[in-house]
């Protein structure tokens, strides 16, 4: 997935949880950004095993070796999870809210990350050098959460 997806998942749960009046529009975007900066693994995995500080060339394997898991580093698997998954819980006793944004930021982007959909149908394009592909149903996704996330908050297109 895309960062706007990893984003706008965590992002719209935690606006659902505003909207119960257990969480603030703060948290929300600590989750949603939380979503995106896991996947800076990338970039760091490409600076330490290839010693390649270029974003471009980190975005753009990350881009084309998306399918084959390459370029994670732990937090992307299982001893990470683990890792991660006990920090959150020992966390819980400092702030449960702060943890709860760190963790549906953490979860959602492992679940995205572990959805396997087979609709080959994608929107290629490069720019400035990065290269995209994204899938048709993502941007469908992403227009859903947008309007779903406005509608949360009674805004109006
Ligand atoms: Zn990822």
Do not use: C
């Not at 970039?43 to 010693?51: D, G, M, T």
């Not at 698997?77 to 930021?105: D, K, P, R």
């Amino acid at each position: 997935m895309y960062p706007q997806t990893h984003f706008l998942v965590p992002f719209v749960l935690a606006e659902i949880l505003v909207k119960l009046g257990l969480f603030n529009h703060k948290l929300a975007l600590i989750a949603g950004v939380v979503g995106v900066i896991i996947d800076l693994d990338h970039y760091l995995h490409r600076i330490i095993i290839h010693h390649d500080f270029s974003v471009k060339s980190a975005w753009n394997k990350a881009i084309l070796q998306h399918d084959i898991h390459g370029e994670r580093t732990f937090i992307h698997h299982w001893g990470g999870l683990i890792v991660i998954t006990s920090i959150l819980l020992a966390f819980v006793f400092f702030s449960w809210h702060i943890s709860m944004a760190l963790f549906l930021g953490y979860y959602s982007h492992l679940f995205l990350d572990g959805l396997h959909i087979h609709i080959k149908k994608r929107w290629k394009f490069k720019e400035g050098g990065l290269i995209f592909r994204i899938p048709i149903y993502e941007i469908i996704l992403d227009i859903i959460l947008v309007l779903f996330a406005l509608l949360l908050n009674n805004l109006s297109i």
